[in-house]
Nanobody, 127 residues
Framework: QVRLVESGGDSVPAGGSLRLSCEVA????????MGWFRQAPGKEREGVAS???????HYEDSVKGRFAISRDSSNNTFYLQMNSLKAEDTAMYYC?????????????????????WGQGTQVTVSS
């Protein structure tokens, strides 16, 4: 059983930065596709970024150039560095794991088939 625990969410002003962490327990994270997702009130959960078993990364257009996903094998943790935050980045952020990265036909990271989820960490960006 894979267990995921997020941390690092906070309230920041627009233009600020945050680093979210996702600690992976129960399995070596490098055996999974790891993804970050977010869900704002009244909206569907959407993909943000992913890092695959070979280290390749994927970013949704809304965060390209501002967010960076990475992993640290020494502590089985992966991260989402978020810079130049905007009010529209406000959401609950979740990390997730799956045997493979899952994308829609249009190439967007899809939460539908990710098997393991953390409890979420809140990010609030004030304008």
């Amino acid at each position: 059983q894979v267990r995921l625990v997020e941390s690092g969410g906070d309230s920041v002003p627009a233009g600020g930065s945050l680093r979210l962490s996702c600690e992976v327990a129960g399995h070596t994270y490098s055996n999974y596709c790891m993804g970050w997702f977010r869900q704002a009130p009244g909206k569907e959960r959407e993909g943000v970024a992913s890092i695959d078993t070979d280290g390749s990364t994927h970013y949704e257009d809304s965060v390209k150039g501002r967010f960076a996903i990475s992993r640290d094998s020494s502590n089985n943790t992966f991260y989402l560095q978020m810079n130049s935050l905007k009010a529209e980045d406000t959401a609950m952020y979740y990390c997730a794991a799956n045997a493979v990265c899952d994308y829609t036909e249009s190439g967007r990271l899809s939460p539908a088939n990710f098997a393991y989820w953390g409890q979420g960490t809140q990010v609030t960006v004030s304008s």
